[in-house]
């Protein structure tokens, strides 16, 4: 079953997060305290753990859960297929995906410390519908 591998925030956009071992989000608005919350559609980044294993086969080895400024790192769900619209109760929280990838106007942080960003590509995006605490090992399901 997916599931939650880490939690990250940061108090800053555009930078790498720091992983947390558990998070008050908040509905309608994203994860407490951090700097991506607010009352717009990419209140909660999701990506892939294994979107960023795609990164660290190219040799870079020292990535982390939230080098991506990804807000959940996931595993065991292509998040990239999902629709716009599906719901996903993650742990006793409740999402709707609203955007898939993103556009990088401007090169990040983290594609200069990383030399390459699959967030805009393999990244999802959701408000959150029904907040609670979430940590790391909680469930994912597709709804």
Not at 114 to 131: A, N, S, Y
Request: glycine letters at 12%.
């Amino acid at each position: 079953m997916p599931s939650v591998v880490a939690i990250n925030i940061s108090n800053k956009k555009g930078v790498t997060k720091q992983s947390v071992n558990e998070a008050i989000f908040i509905e309608n608005f994203g994860i407490e305290g951090d700097a991506h919350g607010g009352d717009w559609h990419r209140q909660v980044s999701l990506l892939a753990q294994e979107s960023i294993d795609k990164i660290k086969a190219m040799g870079m080895n020292d990535l982390d859960s939230g080098s991506f400024a990804e807000n959940i790192t996931t595993e065991g769900i292509e998040l990239y297929n999902l629709p716009i619209g599906t719901k996903l109760a993650i742990g006793i929280t409740l999402h709707e995906v609203t955007q898939i990838g993103k556009e990088c106007h401007q090169r990040c942080a983290i594609f200069h410390t990383v030399g390459d960003c699959v967030m805009p590509r393999e990244g999802i995006f959701t408000k959150v519908l029904r907040g609670g605490k979430v940590k790391a090992g909680d469930k994912i399901e597709v709804l």
